[in-house]
């Protein structure tokens, strides 16, 4: 089978087009033919390995200290179910599925194993492959960090780092739970946030959300890029801090923040399953939530896709598409 494949750490050009071998499904696996992946910033920084200081170490040990354990990267795909292992229950022989291939990563071929347990489920009916594609990774983050912090109705959140792949499903959630959003980001990318929801845009090039006085229920920080205490100060007096990326300094200050006040911080890795897939499955086919597509390749030019995102231009997602039978 093709497959995108990279033996050393580096930059984009570290990854190479090349025939490997297809795998076989074990007994409790499906195989699954895939039709669509994507680039999203995680690849790109385990490509790179930049890593934050925190996590270096651990990360190091999944995916490899020297070079790469797992030579194929990718961690959300679309597809079609091609063969079933003997302990296979929920899927069979020609579904049409989506799901996340978690830290074992893999998407960027034509053909993938994964087994029951993982993120794995039928897809949205009133998706391509392309668009669900887009949501196991995006979608499951932004879920599991929203319902983390408890959000109710009637709220004010600010999501930062609002236009991408997790920003943009933040959004559409924070909505249909019935909150007031606020979407931070550049200029380029306002006009998308207020076309999936966002009450209000802030062009963090020209104005800093900290500095406004304005106060937040929930600040859910995907960017990373704000200062941690004005965030913090940003709050209202039992607001929620999220950060899906944190530094060990801002790990540490948020403990002290939650041990210290009414505030609650909330950070970590956000937890898989097939039934928040589900969920998801089901609010996209209400029409509660759509996928957002900057724009797509094709797997053979996976490295220009990962160059393309590593300028921090992309608007929701960029996709790899396999095959074009």
Known sequence: M??????????PDVLQFQEVEKPTPKNNEALIRVRAATVTAGDCEIRGFRIPILFWLPARIIFGLTKPRRPILGQ????????VGKDVTQVKV????????GAGLGAYAE?????????????????????AATVP???LVALHFLRKANIQSGEKVLINGASGSIGA???????????????????EKLGMLREIGADQVIDYTQEDFTKSGETYDVIFDVAAKSSYSRSAGSLKRDGRYISTTPGLSQMVRGLWTS????????T????????????LKELIEAGKIRSVIDRSYPLEQTAEAHKYVEKGLKKGNVVITVGND
Do not use: W
Request: hydrophobic share 35%; with cysteine; glycine share 12%.
């Open 94 to 101: 020609g579904d049409q599925v989506f799901a996340t291939t």
């Open 111 to 131: 053909y993938k194993c994964l087994p029951e347990g993982r993120a794995l489920a039928i897809k949205p009916i009133n998706m391509t492959y392309e668009e």
């Open 169 to 187: 499903y933040a959004v559409q959630l924070a909505k249909h739970l019935g909150t007031e959003v606020t979407g931070v980001d550049s200029a």
């Open 76 to 83: 959300e795909l679309a597809g079609d179910v091609e063969a």
């Open 268 to 279: 970590g890795l956000a937890s898989e399953g097939t039934k928040n897939l589900v969920f």
């Open 137 to 139: 990774t995006g979608g």
């Open 259 to 266: 041990m210290t006040s009414r505030k609650k911080v909330t």
């Open 2 to 11: 093709k497959a995108i494949v990279f033996t050393k750490y580096g930059p």
